[in-house]
Every structure is written in structure tokens, then in C-alpha cells.
């Protein structure tokens, strides 16, 4: 009986890593029927110096499964983060992570009106 290899089995160890080590957020394709997803999550800030006056930006960055979001996530895509309630965001920069199996992507707040 053969061994499988890493890549059969890539989709079974992807699910288990983002299931256990995964942040939830809700996920709204269309923009309005949010669902809960998990996802890879950095969360982090930077501290940016503009000369005179410095600032903090929030720099978060997501991996999310391409199996969850199998169409690119574009600028309609809405996401709120359980960690950061009240806040509405929209995918930037979004691509494919070099296994090709999660899409990486910023996120930019959505001003609501």
C-alpha cells in the first residue's frame, strides 16, 4: 500500500489546523447573509512615523480557505471580527497563498453613514 503524500493530504490538515488554531469572524459574500468562518488572523499594529506626527494603523492580514470562499473576495465581500465589535470591513489585496489553498488578504474599514 503506498504512503499518500503531502499533497493529497493537504486538504484534510488544512481543515484540522484551522478548525483547532483558527480565529471565527462572519463572512458575508454578498454583502448581507453573514456566516461564521474560521480563519488565520493577524491581528496586529504598526506604529507609523509621518515625520512631525506619528500613528498607530491597524496592519491585520487574513488567510482564509479558498474551500470556504471559492470565489475571489472582492470589495462587495463584508466582514466583522468578533475581537473588534461594531466594525465593518471589506477585503484588500487579495491573493493566493503559495500553496494556492487559502486566500491572503487586508482588510479596510467600510464607513457606514
Do not use: C
Not at 7 to 14: K, Q
Not at 39 to 63: C, I, K, N, P
Not at 82 to 93: A, L, Q, T
Request: glycine fraction near 8%.
Amino acid at each position: 500500500m503506498p504512503l499518500p503524500d503531502l499533497e493529497s493530504l493537504t486538504p484534510s490538515l488544512d481543515t484540522a489546523t484551522v478548525t483547532l488554531l483558527g480565529d471565527t469572524i462572519a463572512y458575508a459574500a454578498d454583502g448581507a447573509t453573514f456566516a461564521n468562518i474560521k480563519v488565520f488572523a493577524d491581528l496586529s499594529e504598526q506604529q507609523r512615523d509621518y515625520g512631525m506626527t506619528a500613528a498607530t494603523v491597524q496592519e491585520m492580514s487574513f488567510e482564509m480557505r479558498v474551500v470556504d470562499a471559492p470565489v475571489r473576495p472582492g470589495d462587495t465581500v463584508r466582514i466583522m471580527i468578533p475581537k473588534i465589535p461594531g466594525k465593518v470591513y471589506h477585503p484588500r489585496n487579495v491573493g493566493l497563498t503559495e500553496g494556492g489553498t487559502f486566500w491572503h488578504f487586508g482588510l479596510k474599514e467600510v464607513r457606514i453613514a
